[in-house]
């Protein structure tokens, strides 16, 4: 399963990229909102996790570029903007979960298997 990460915390990124890689998952990872969309388009990711705060395009643009997908992709939105109006504003968008940073990465694993498991069953 290929996941791509968006962050511009280079610590953070490689810090998620590793741990989920040791969990079998395939990354993909960009720093900015421009790279983001473009391997988005490109790679078809299977989840992405989007930070607020990115250059070019900021998360809550890409999640709202991403639900418009024929085919949207899920989206985990995690920041350390905790405010209720961005968590709503993500929320209104479409992003499927909303993480507040600091966060505990085995809880950030826990939500990409419970969205990811619900593609596998049948409707």
């Known amino acids: 399963m290929k996941i791509l990460i968006a962050e511009d915390d280079s610590l ?5 990229e590793l741990c989920l890689k040791r969990d079998g998952f395939e990354i993909i990872c960009c720093m900015d909102g421009l790279d983001a969309m473009e391997k988005i388009e490109s790679l078809q990711p299977d989840l992405i996790i989007v930070d607020i705060m990115l250059p070019y395009f900021s998360g809550l643009e890409i999640v709202g570029k991403v639900k418009q997908f024929k085919n949207p992709i899920p989206v985990i939105v995690i920041s350390a903007m905790g405010q209720q109006s961005v968590v709503e504003e993500a929320m209104k968008l ?8 600091p966060f505990n990465i085995a809880a950030l694993t826990a939500h990409i298997k419970r969205l990811t498991s619900t ?4 409707a």
Request: proline share 6%; aromatic share 6%; glycine share 6%.
């Open 94 to 101: 479409g992003a499927d979960e909303y993480i507040s940073k």
């Open 12 to 16: 953070i990124l490689k810090t998620i």
């Open 119 to 122: 593609e596998a069953i049948p």
